[in-house]
Nanobody, 123 residues
Framework: QVQLVESGGGLVQAGDSLRLSCVAS????????MGWFRQAPGKEREFVAA???????YYGDSVKGRFTISRDDAKNTVYLRMNSLKPEDPAVYYC?????????????????WGQGTQVTVSS
C-alpha cells in the first residue's frame, strides 16, 4: 500500500521560512514525478510545484522565486522549501506522486496523495 506522509508544517510569521517533507512508502517513486499542491479554506486546490524524474522543476506563478522543490530518491522523499512566506500562503499543503507523465500530476490528477500538513502565516 502506497502512503505519502507530509511533515514540517506549522505557524510562522510573514517573511519566515519553512521546509516541508513528504516521505513515500510502499513503492519507490524514483523515475516518476512528485509535487506539491495547497488548498486554503474556501478556495480550490492550487498547484505549487513539481519535479520530474529528470529533475526538471515547475512552479505555480504565486510561488516562483520563493519556493524550491527538491527530492532525494534514495530516501523516497520530496521537499518544499518555502522562503519569504506571505499572508496569502497559508493552506493545507499536500504531497502528490504519480506513475505517469508529469503533466498529469501538474493538473492535479496524481494517483497518490498525502493527508496534508497545515501551514499558517501570521502577519
Amino acid at each position: 500500500q502506497v502512503q505519502l506522509v507530509e511533515s514540517g508544517g506549522g505557524l510562522v510569521q510573514a517573511g519566515d521560512s519553512l521546509r516541508l517533507s513528504c516521505v513515500a512508502s510502499g513503492r519507490t517513486f524514483s523515475g516518476y514525478p512528485m509535487g506539491w499542491f495547497r488548498q486554503a479554506p474556501g478556495k480550490e486546490r492550487e498547484f505549487v510545484a513539481a519535479m520530474s524524474s529528470g529533475l526538471y522543476t515547475y512552479y505555480g506563478d504565486s510561488v516562483k522565486g520563493r519556493f524550491t522543490i527538491s527530492r532525494d530518491d534514495a530516501k523516497n522523499t520530496v521537499y518544499l522549501r518555502m522562503n519569504s512566506l506571505k499572508p496569502e500562503d497559508p493552506a493545507v499543503y499536500y504531497c502528490a506522486a504519480d506513475l505517469g507523465p508529469l503533466g498529469r500530476l501538474r493538473i492535479g490528477n496524481a494517483a497518490y496523495w498525502g493527508q496534508g500538513t497545515q501551514v499558517t502565516v501570521s502577519s
